[in-house]
């Protein structure tokens, strides 16, 4: 392709939206644009890109015994009502009425769709296993679009399901699954962890995502530093330490004034944040939630959806809270609101963690008053215990008593356990050798395929731009001419871009009428891994000046070894 002829344009200056190295250089180096939020256009560059990424997505998938098919993007919503995920999904699915007053949405995955298609082709055991996949479009109405192709409401996804007549046939295809990841990412020149994830929306019983550390991800990820164990914030479980514990004592009442932050009234007290009671409120799809959590931990929003099972979650506001009798800033686990809560309507939940230690500090529910030495069973009770606080670095690891610290990642790769969860809802059964009826155990796996795009590009690139990996830069040369004057210098580099298009090699010769400063500053912002430059100088110096983008050092090779010279650093 030459440069001339190239549609996009490359920009000198950061735009002013652009927060991350990825989103900055694929706008400036002519990649994507903009057409609205979380909207972009895939330009000629970016979508050379694209398409090797797929390709080496497909081979993988096509190794571990997948079929491609392709499944509506527009779907009727009573099959997210039938699976019961249109609630769960909520705000982010995109609904649209048609001519007939029927409700669609835009699928922003297709395990709905792909149970429905199975269940119409699978009946027997010997039907299965089957592994499915697409690489299809998915819209996604995300609140806050960021980061360029990071976030956005239309993407591209690869997404394979897996069916078996077996949780062991599941778990071989899980462990399949995550091996051809780990070949997918390695070809595609990007680092990775696998950690214990949340499933979300998509639901399951187990699920991993497959994580590209970089400074800008959203996602914070702990790490054990003695043993294999990683998990998201979301879901990560440690050892919590132990409060201190001495005889129970007598409750009473203590005045904090114009105390209400645990931090004040512990150091008024003299006691550490360990032994005191935080409450929290929330409003989980319209219900009132009273949460106690020991007073040095922080509430892990996820983990308490999920143990309420609801599909929406928020905090309470002071109107909501002053309406059940509670005293915001002195609320109390103890007293009236915890012996009327069930009338009320208030649901309790309490952190593990209420009971590691005794006699703890707690508010009395009474402007100005705290509580010493509640206890919990003795004092108070929870409806719902469970493990719902944040994991934080140095929290001790629950497989070897490690110690945790934290990086920041951005998800490339999410595979589930689904078990029957779907597949029961949507009527995708199997008889068994017996004549028996089961539903098929299914798995998922998805890789977004324009953010892996962008995570390659968080991982590749420097101060000047893109540092392409070979195997999926949009072209493996670029040629540069300096000095385009219809003289040897033009006419060698046109016939060297022949020759190394005709050897089957990508290239991108860029024979504009532009300085020498501008090319290569081009050059270096598009990323290609190998560049050869015609000059006047270097044809008096006995050649073309090859320069890899990796690295500063430029040498001269022979016109006629140039075919030979960049098939061997393609293959190296």
Same mark, same amino acid.
């Given at each position: ?31 994507? *644009?903009?057409? +609205? ?15 090797k990424i797929e390709r080496i997505i497909r081979q993988e998938m096509d190794a571990a015994?997948?079929?491609?098919? %392709? ?23 995109? %609904? ?8 669609? !949405? ?20 010997? /039907? ?49 699954? !995550? ?12 680092? $990775? ?25 959203? /996602?914070?990820?702990? @790490? ?46 003299? $006691?550490?944040?360990? &032994? ?9 799809? &319209? ?33 909501? @809270? ?22 009320? #309507? @208030? ?27 509640? &206890? ?9 215990? +469970? ?7 140095? /929290? ?9 610290? $934290? ?6 790769? %999410? ?19 017996? #004549? ?41 040369? %670029? ?12 006419? *060698? ?7 190394? $298009? &005709? ?40 050649? @073309? ?13 022979? !016109? ?13």
């Amino acid at each position: 392709m030459r440069m001339s002829k190239l549609f996009g344009k490359r920009l000198k200056e950061i735009p002013a939206d652009a927060e991350v190295a990825s989103h900055q250089l694929m706008i400036r180096g002519g990649y994507i *644009t903009q057409l +609205a939020a979380g909207i972009y256009s895939y330009l000629p560059l970016a979508w050379k890109t694209l398409n090797k990424i797929e390709r080496i997505i497909r081979q993988e998938m096509d190794a571990a015994e997948g079929q491609e098919l %392709h499944l509506p993007a527009l779907q009727p919503v009573e099959l997210w009502q039938q699976s019961g995920r249109e609630a769960p999904f909520g705000d982010n699915l995109f %609904h649209l009425t048609d001519r007939k007053n029927h409700v669609m !949405v835009l699928a922003p995955t297709h395990e709905e769709a792909i149970a429905s298609l199975v269940a119409q082709h699978v009946r027997s055991y010997r /039907d299965l296993p089957l592994r499915l996949y697409q690489i299809q479009t998915k819209f996604r109405d995300e609140p806050r679009p960021r980061a360029g192709l990071i976030r956005v409401r239309e993407f591209a996804m690869k997404d394979l399901y897996s069916f078996d007549n077996s949780e062991e046939g599941l778990d071989a295809a899980y462990l399949d699954m !995550v091996k051809a990841y780990k070949k997918i990412y390695s070809r595609c020149g990007l680092s $990775t962890i696998l950690i214990d994830a949340d499933s979300g929306a998509i639901g399951g019983k187990d699920s991993q995502e497959f994580m590209a550390i970089t400074d800008i991800g959203e /996602d914070e990820i702990l @790490i054990c530093s003695s043993c294999y164990y990683s998990a998201n914030v979301e879901k990560a479980v440690c050892i919590k330490e132990r409060a201190e514990e001495t005889p129970i004592l007598e409750m009473e009442e203590v005045e904090t004034p114009g105390m209400k932050t645990i931090e004040e009234v512990c150091q008024f007290l003299g $006691t550490d944040p360990k &032994n005191s009671y935080k409450a929290v409120f929330y409003m989980a799809d &319209n219900k009132f939630i009273f949460v106690i959590i020991r007073g040095d931990l922080e509430v892990n929003e996820t983990k308490l959806q999920k143990v309420l099972k609801c599909n929406n979650l928020r905090m309470a506001t002071n109107e909501e @809270i002053a309406a059940m009798g509670i005293v915001p800033g002195y609320a109390s686990p103890v007293g009236d609101v915890y012996h009327n809560h069930v009338a009320l #309507g @208030i649901t309790i939940v309490a952190d593990d963690s209420v009971d590691m230690g005794t006699n703890f500090v707690a508010g009395a529910n009474k402007e100005g008053y705290h509580l010493k030495n509640v &206890n919990y069973r003795r004092d108070f009770t929870a409806d719902i215990m +469970a493990d719902i606080a944040n994991v934080r670095a140095g /929290d001790r690891c629950p497989k070897c008593n490690g110690t945790f610290m $934290t990086q920041h990642g951005m998800e490339v790769g %999410h595979v589930f356990k689904l078990g029957t969860k779907i597949s029961s809802s949507m009527n995708a059964n199997f008889t068994d050798k017996d #004549g028996g009826t089961h539903p098929i155990y299914m798995g998922c796996y998805g890789i977004g395929v324009g953010r892996l795009m962008a995570a390659i590009v968080e991982q590749n690139h420097d101060d000047k731009g893109i540092v392409w990996p070979m195997s999926v830069s949009p072209y493996q040369v %670029h040629l540069v001419l300096v000095n385009k004057d219809g003289g040897e210098t033009e006419e *060698t580099a046109d016939k060297l871009y022949e020759t190394l $298009t &005709n050897a089957g090699i990508e290239v991108l010769y860029d024979d504009r009428n532009e300085t020498a400063g501008i090319k290569f500053n081009d050059a270096d912002l598009i990323g290609i891994p190998l560049r050869l430059t015609v000059s006047q100088r270097s044809l008096q110096n006995g050649g @073309i000046e090859f320069k890899a983008r990796k690295s500063d050092t430029k040498e001269i090779i022979a !016109v006629d070894n140039a075919v030979n010279f960049i098939q061997d650093k393609i293959n190296g």
